[in-house]
């Protein structure tokens, strides 16, 4: 059967506004014409007062405001960030408005290039109320914390937050971590993370064999690691029960509320992707299983374009929504949920990068955007869609580029390697400056 054809959003948008103007010029007509209006007309035929249907009203003004006061506290806050993202950038293109289900439950999914800014552009240019996921430090501060008690956000505890110095010094070897003046077992307990001072890496506890011996869930490769490495200062990051917070999430989402998710974890200035957090498949997953729920989840694309100057451009492109897959699902309900969550992770990777661009640097990033205009023919002006399409099109193909030229260096250095042993000389003496 041949799908069924889309409706044309922007005539539909065109005669909605059509109709409310002439529903708001009626309005106005009626009322600014004593024997057009039907309140003056049904007053002046029963011989009453205006006064008596305006008291029931406004009573019923009172309790509609009132009955609906957080959507109300909502879309007034939505307008304040409206005005105030017009003021920052001058231009703001939406794509694939179509994509986004009309009805909740949603889960929305974009990239975290800015703490706030990201947010306030999913809240100002998405039709459907959002709630985001934010981390109790933010939600604990007096202005975030009251704005994002208004759009009705989630608090997360999130271990970083609460990461604290250790007494003692860490020594790895591999999975196993040998401890000086340490406390394992009191300071740190299996399902724990802990991390060297100064790096951002986190290892979780496996086991715990004294107070200066343990056992991680992951190998450890840094400077600190070998029996001979000197001992590291270390922080420890408390594991943080989460039902909590997914309880409040599924209930939200039974009752058709769309949540807002950067499953990146935390903000960035990278050109790229950071590995994806487990928590938006988790989420879904359980949705699914717990409560028969098919949650589509949309991925957003947050485009930022000279991003450190005033009055900048941005885009923000939804993109077609990603289900929890039946093979997923079969692989969780075998007991391999690691395996599902990985799957559905990567599918909402594959999204949230197809509304992206996406390169290895901030260099490379502006080349793909000379190439963009300079292709493009004199005089000609795409849509934005377009711009997007040519620009994931120009990054894709120097990505290849780049793999074929270092794949290409490799082969030569290998070449040049075996040129030099079968002529007796060593890859060292081939090198500029060898013997100097």
Not at 240 to 249: I, K, Y
Not at 380 to 401: D, H, M, V
Not at 406 to 416: G, L, N, P, Q
Request: positive net charge; proline residues 6%; glycine residues 8%.
């Amino acid at each position: 059967m041949a799908p069924a054809p889309k409706a044309d959003s922007s005539l539909t948008t065109k005669m909605d506004e059509t109709i409310f103007v002439c529903a708001v010029l009626a309005v106005v007509i009626m009322l600014s014409v004593d024997e057009l209006n039907p309140i003056k007309f049904v007053c002046t035929t029963v011989e009453i007062s205006t006064a008596y249907p305006a008291y029931p009203a406004a009573g019923f003004l009172l309790y509609t405001v009132v009955a609906n006061v957080t959507d109300i506290v909502y879309y007034a806050t939505k307008i304040f960030f409206m005005s105030i993202l017009s003021i920052f950038f001058r231009e703001i293109d939406v794509i694939g408005r179509d994509n986004v289900p009309r009805h909740g439950p949603i889960i929305f999914t974009g990239n975290h290039a800015n703490q706030f800014v990201d947010a306030l552009q999913v809240l100002c240019n998405c039709n459907h109320k959002v709630g985001f996921l934010i981390a109790m430090k933010s939600w604990n501060q007096l202005v975030v914390g009251t704005l994002a008690r208004c759009i009705g956000c989630i608090p997360v505890e999130r271990p970083q937050d609460s990461a604290r110095r250790a007494p003692g010094t860490l020594r790895f070897e591999g999975t196993r971590v040998v401890g000086a003046g340490t406390r394992f077992g009191t300071d740190v307990k299996v399902g724990d993370k802990l991390r060297v001072q100064g790096e951002s890496a986190q290892f979780r506890v496996a086991e715990v064999h004294g107070p200066e011996a343990l056992t991680l869930k992951d190998p450890y490769a840094g400077p600190s690691e070998g029996v001979d490495a000197p001992g590291v200062a270390w922080e420890v990051l408390k594991n943080v029960d989460q039902a909590g917070v997914f309880g409040r999430v599924f209930t939200g989402l039974q009752g058709g509320a769309c949540i807002g998710i950067f499953p990146e974890g935390g903000s960035h200035d990278r050109t790229d992707l950071l590995p994806l957090k487990a928590g938006v498949a988790i989420i879904a997953v359980g949705a699914l299983e717990r409560h028969n729920l098919a949650v589509p989840v949309v991925p957003i694309g947050l485009n930022y374009f000279r991003r450190n100057r005033f009055r900048a451009r941005a885009v923000v492109e939804f993109g077609p929504p990603v289900y929890v897959s039946e093979a997923a699902m079969d692989k969780f309900r075998e007991g391999r949920a690691k395996e599902a969550y990985h799957d559905f992770l990567q599918a909402v990777e594959d999204g949230m990068r197809a509304t992206l661009v996406t390169a290895p640097d901030e260099r490379a990033l502006g080349l793909v955007h000379m190439a963009r205009r300079l292709w493009l023919p004199s005089g000609y002006a795409p849509t934005s869609r377009e711009k997007q399409s040519l620009n994931r099109r120009f990054a894709e193909g120097y990505k290849l580029l780049l793999r074929q030229s270092i794949e290409h260096k490799e082969r030569k250095a290998a070449a040049e390697k075996e040129r030099a042993a079968a002529g007796g000389q060593s890859s060292f003496s081939l090198s500029p400056g060898a013997g100097r």
